[in-house]
């Protein structure tokens, strides 16, 4: 069994982007996207929230169909306000979601990582099809990331997160 693990960081406030988003409005998009992945993760088809105890949430998520099958993953969700979420998938792959401070101090200048631990059977570490599964996984990290940020930024615009 192979980990693939990388991680991807983006400024959530780059000059000139409106409207500026706060740390509050940050995490309020991670707790939305928890629960409507499908919304801030274009690789994500539906998902159905099997349960939700105020800050552990289990999902099972279907993503879009790769090689004509669609993979499906029932993953839990944990909430650690104000500034991480933390999603387990049932084969022991990980994603966290977290929300840092830039160095300049100002309240605006806030980054958004995620780290990927993505687990493979059938993968041997090293190999042609481990270094081309690493690249796919780092193109859809970026996206990821990306794409959230964008997500929360339109439904900030929009008045869905105050």
Not at 14 to 21: C, E, S
Not at 23 to 34: C, D, L, N, P, T
Not at 62 to 70: E, V
Request: proline share 6%.
């Amino acid at each position: 069994m192979a980990t693939i693990r990388c991680a991807h960081t983006v400024p959530v406030n780059p000059p000139g982007t409106i409207p500026v988003l706060t740390e509050a409005q940050v995490f309020k998009g991670f707790q939305r996207k928890i629960r409507r992945p499908q919304d801030f993760v274009p690789a994500i088809a539906e998902c159905s929230v099997l349960s939700d105890d105020g800050g552990v949430v289990e999902r099972k998520v279907t993503f879009k169909q790769s090689g004509g099958h669609p993979h499906v993953a029932t993953e839990v969700c944990t909430e650690l306000p104000p500034h991480r979420v933390d999603f387990e998938m049932d084969n022991g792959s990980t994603v966290l979601n977290i929300i840092s401070a830039g160095s300049s101090g100002e309240a605006t200048d806030l980054y958004v990582t995620y780290v990927f631990a993505w687990k493979h059977d059938d993968l041997g570490v090293g190999s042609a099809a481990y270094q081309e599964a690493e690249a796919g996984h780092k193109k859809v990290a970026k996206m990821a990331v990306e794409s959230s940020i964008a997500t929360t930024r339109r439904l900030v615009s929009e008045g869905e997160i105050q």
